[in-house]
């Protein structure tokens, strides 16, 4: 908190402005390397996957710069006791197919020309397998399908909001016999998956 209100005070925004405003200490990397601190400016889940607003701390104006993906390598703020990441996961995108929910839930493809998909995807968990955070948006309505995205080294992203979930996962995790096994017998629901990943990881982590 003392952070929060440091960095607000440096912008000249008062904290109640910040409050109303949903801004956040935090950090930019862009493509270049270069990395800035200041203020995120929080907006929608969606939108955070396109561009993040930003105050760096050497600003003149109190105004947020709207910096797209194409231009920031990576983001995050402190919230709380945590802190949120996102990192641009670009071309690799491309593995995951753009199928989205219509009003009547039946699967739909989305015409690409009406719609942007961000590449700065929130990063749930870290390590050899991967979680990361995607929101689309359903065609027909104004709400949004959450996709929790798996990603292991450096291979392509697997969507996991389609699964059947005890099968799928423990296809997924098989070369940790524990963990399948667990997952078969449906130890783990489908909200628990960073928890998964967690556990596999650390087995990962010890076997090597």
């Known amino acids: 908190m003392r952070h929060l209100l440091w960095c607000l005070l440096l912008l000249g925004l008062p904290p109640a402005a910040a409050r109303a405003q949903r801004v956040c200490p935090g950090y930019v990397v862009l493509a270049n390397g270069d990395s800035l601190r200041g203020a995120v400016y929080l907006t929608s889940d969606f939108e955070q996957q396109q561009f993040v607003k930003f105050v760096p701390l050497a600003a003149d104006s109190p105004k947020p710069l709207r910096l797209s993906d194409d231009v920031v390598r990576a983001y995050g703020y402190v919230q709380g006791p945590d802190t949120v990441r996102y990192r641009n996961c670009g071309p690799a995108l491309a593995s995951v197919p753009v199928v989205l929910a219509s009003s009547r839930s039946a699967a739909a493809l989305y015409p690409t020309s009406r719609l942007r998909l961000g590449s700065l995807l929130k990063v749930l968990q870290a390590g050899r397998v991967q979680v990361y ?29 389609w699964w059947n979930f ?36 650390t087995w990962y982590h010890d076997r090597h």
């Open 166 to 201: 005890r099968p799928r996962a423990a296809e997924y995790f098989a070369d940790c016999p524990a963990l399948a096994a667990d997952l078969r017998a449906g130890r783990y629901p489908p909200r628990t998956l960073p928890a998964v990943v967690r556990r596999y990881n």
């Open 133 to 161: 955070e995607q929101y689309l948006p359903v065609r027909g309505g104004n709400s949004f399908l959450r996709d929790v995205l798996l990603r292991t080294g450096t291979g392509a992203f697997v969507g996991t909001y």
